[in-house]
């Protein structure tokens, strides 16, 4: 298991690192990426983001975010090519399917991954671990970025 301290580390490099002048998507069409905001009872923020491994996405704001309704981008190779192998490197699969509570009115965030054949997803609601809250972060830099256009 990677420690939080230096998967957050990873991430920020990787994130923002310099170009890598790689020409080519390292992964495919089928490689994926997506999380995904349950409301609360107050102003959470809500919306889903998808990520393929050929950089396209799309974005769905629902309430409490700046961008609302079905939108769609290409990210750059680089940053699809980093985003993908940062994932990898946290190996999802060690993790448990679910981090929950005995609390009420948090947001859920369902993180779901699909690479080589094999999916997971996670459900992180309460006390989960650091290393999965710094992966949603960087998916949520992505996911909050500029570039979009509206469906």
């Known amino acids: 298991m990677i420690s939080g301290t230096a998967l957050l580390g990873l991430a920020f490099l990787l994130f923002t690192a310099a170009k890598c002048n790689k020409e080519k998507y390292e992964y495919s069409a089928e490689t994926k990426v997506e999380i995904s905001k349950t409301p609360c009872f107050g102003r959470c923020p809500t919306y889903t983001f998808t990520l393929n491994g050929q950089g396209e996405a799309t974005y769905n704001g629902r309430k409490f975010v700046e961008l609302e309704g079905d939108h769609t981008r290409v990210f750059p190779i680089d940053t699809t090519n980093v985003a993908f192998a940062t994932l990898i490197a946290a190996d999802l699969w060690q993790y448990q399917d679910e981090y929950t509570a005995p609390v009420t009115d948090l947001p859920t965030t369902y993180l779901s991954f699909h690479h ?4 997971k997803r996670i459900k992180l ?8 809250e710094a992966l949603v972060k960087e998916l949520e830099a992505l996911a909050f970025s500029k570039g979009w256009v509206k469906k």
């Open 125 to 132: 609601y309460a006390q989960y671990p650091q290393e999965l």
């Open 116 to 119: 080589d054949g094999k999916s």
